[in-house]
Each structure stands twice: as structure tokens, then as C-alpha cells.
């Protein structure tokens, strides 16, 4: 089974009015690394396709679809302060939908092992009623759904951009079915993501965050991964991993504050390669989301597709291969900043009563979150 890839130029069409960091050469950039790191030999391309009303209505109120097939297609503008649309923004936008709807379908049906989509505009912060924070729809939330129609029993949503995907959250805050798990910085944009948000109703403990303070990195992140998404997502047993894969959480990234490394998102893949190849059949997707430095992006895409390419899978399991809560490969930091510490803290107490979260040492003297 191949690597699957979606890369397009309708997606470098989406272009601001003016200066803005959600550009084209973005994805000019992410493309140029890539090709130089052999992705198409690596990988084979899946075509783009716009996503159908009834594929965005999984998600989206029809109100909401409504309004935006009247006002972005062949025009120009702003949706908020900071999303805009351009004339062929419409293209690209059903495109991006499509496209994660197709190449999630082709991995789940087996065509693919893992999939990579370099798609924008990015997604996760599109609401089921609203376009805002760079994002017109929601590319993961429509194909974690699509997913489910699918087939899949349960999906997991892996969101590792800086900034909370508050419409992802939103969208499935109530549904058993779909695993939400974030690491962000916190407090920043949206405003959301706090560790006491854990899901409502039958949804209960199924979302998951957690929220670094500015200067938090790579230790930080990896113990976040080895000490709750881990142990989280093995007792799920999700049939697919998605990844909200931002870039933005860098450390030369310009919107943001915490300070990842390009290994830090090897080896944040590495674990979630583990973790599908476990139980999920090893189908992982990764869709991308944020990422304004455009060396960072490029650079740090390499380092997901170096895991997410099949023919990689031996250097991936040669790799020391930590249990559930275990620090992970050789090299790797061991242990997070203090910051850090107690934000994984404030997100075992909120999830106490789940037997992942309970089994920790931390949570007995986490005390409540704040």
C-alpha cells in the first residue's frame, strides 16, 4: 500500500487582497520541499474534486453553505477581521473538502496506508455556522465525518497547530464517535481549548486539550503525546488518525509563541504512526492546517513525510518504541518544562474518571483544573 497525496495549483489560487500570512507561497514553498524530497516518487497523487453540499451539510448548517455559495464564488472580500476570499477562493476551498473527503476514503477502503493533503485554505477553525480564523470550511471536521459515513466506528482528530481548532471541537463536542485531541498554546487565539473542556453529553471525555504556555517546545509537546494523546487514543482504538498538522507552532514561526523543532514533528508522527499501526490498521491522514514560516513548513513537512511514507515504516518501527505514558526515542528530551508539566496536569484531573487518565501518577496530586 502507497503513501496517497493531494497537491493542486486551485490551491495556490486562493489569494488574499493585500499583504496577509495565510498566502499562496505557502504552499509554493510546502510543494518545491516536498518534490525535492521525492514525494512523487514516494507517493501517488489523488486528483482534487469539489466536495459536494450534501458532503459539506455532514458538518455545516445548510444555512451557513447557503450564505457562503452566495457571496464568495467569483468575488472578493472579507468573511471576519482575518479571513478573506478572493475570486477563486470558492474553487479552492470545495477543493480542499473534496479532496480530504477522497483521500480519507481511499486510505479507510485500503488503497492507501497513509495520506498527506497539502490543501488550504486551512480548516479547523471554521465553525458549523461560521467561516473565521483564515478558515472557510472545515477540512477535518468534513472528513472525519465523511469517515464515519464511510464506516469507520471512530475516528480520532489529532490537532497539533498552535492555535485551537475551535470548530472542530465544536462540531463534534457532543458525538462518542470522534476523538478530539489538542495541544496548543494557551491562552491565545481563538480563545478556546481549556483544559476543562472535555466534551458534553454522550460526547464526555472524548475531547481533549492541551494548552502550553508561550516558550513551551519540544518536550513539552512529546510529553504531552507519551503521557495523554498515547494512552488516550490505545483505549479509543480509533479506525483512522487524522492530524490537523499546523506548522505554526515553530519556532520561527511569526503568529506564535511555543517552540518546536522540525524533529519535534517527526517525532510527534512517529507516535501516531505507532499508535494507528496498533490499532487503526495504520491509517493515518494528515491534513495541513497552519504554518507561516516558509522554511519552517517546508522543512518540517519532510521530516511527516519521511514517517508517513510506507516505504519509511522500517525506520519508524526500528525506532525505541516507548509504552503507553513512556518518553520516546533515543535523542528525544525526557522530561517537560515545568509549564508544561502542569498543563498535562490540568488535563489528567479533567479526564480523572477515564481509566487512561486515572492509571497516571499525576492526576493523584493534580488537584482540580483551574
Known sequence: MALGYVLDDVFVRHRPPGPHPERPERLVAARDRLRAAGLEARGQLVPVRPAREDELGLVHTPGFIADMSRHVPGKAGWLDADTYFGPESW?????????????TGAVLDGQFRRGLALIRPPGHHAEADRAMGFCLFNNA???????????????????????????????????????YLSVHQYPFYPGTGAADEIGEGEGRGTTINVGLAAGCGDADLLATFDRVFVPALLEFEPDLVLISAG??????DPLAGLRVTEAGYRAMSERLCRVA????????????????????????????????????????????????????????????????????????AAHRDRPWAAQRPEVRSAGPPP
Do not use: C, K
Not at 474553487?91 to 483521500?103: K, R, T
Not at 490537532?159 to 476523538?179: C, E, K, L, R
Not at 513525510?305 to 520516546?328: I, M, N, T, Y
Open 91 to 103: 474553487d479552492a476551498a470545495l477543493a480542499a473538502a473534496g479532496s480530504a473527503v477522497d483521500l
Open 141 to 179: 471536521a468534513v472528513a472525519a465525518a465523511s469517515a464515519r459515513a464511510h464506516g469507520a466506528a471512530r475516528v480520532a482528530v489529532v490537532d497539533w497547530d498552535v492555535h485551537h481548532g475551535n470548530g472542530t471541537q465544536n462540531i463534534f463536542y457532543a458525538d462518542p464517535s470522534v476523538m
Open 247 to 252: 506548522f505554526d507552532a515553530h519556532r520561527a
Open 277 to 348: 499501526d496498533r490499532v487503526a490498521g495504520g491509517r493515518v491522514v494528515a491534513l495541513l492546517e497552519g504554518g507561516y514560516d516558509l522554511g519552517a513548513l517546508g522543512r518540517s513537512l519532510v521530516e511527516v513525510l519521511e514517517v508517513l511514507d510506507p516505504q519509511g515504516e522500517e525506520r519508524v518501527a526500528s525506532r525505541s518504541e516507548p509504552a503507553a505514558g513512556e518518553s520516546g526515542g533515543p535523542g528525544e528530551p525526557r522530561e517537560p518544562s515545568d509549564e508544561g508539566a502542569r498543563a498535562i496536569a490540568r488535563t489528567l
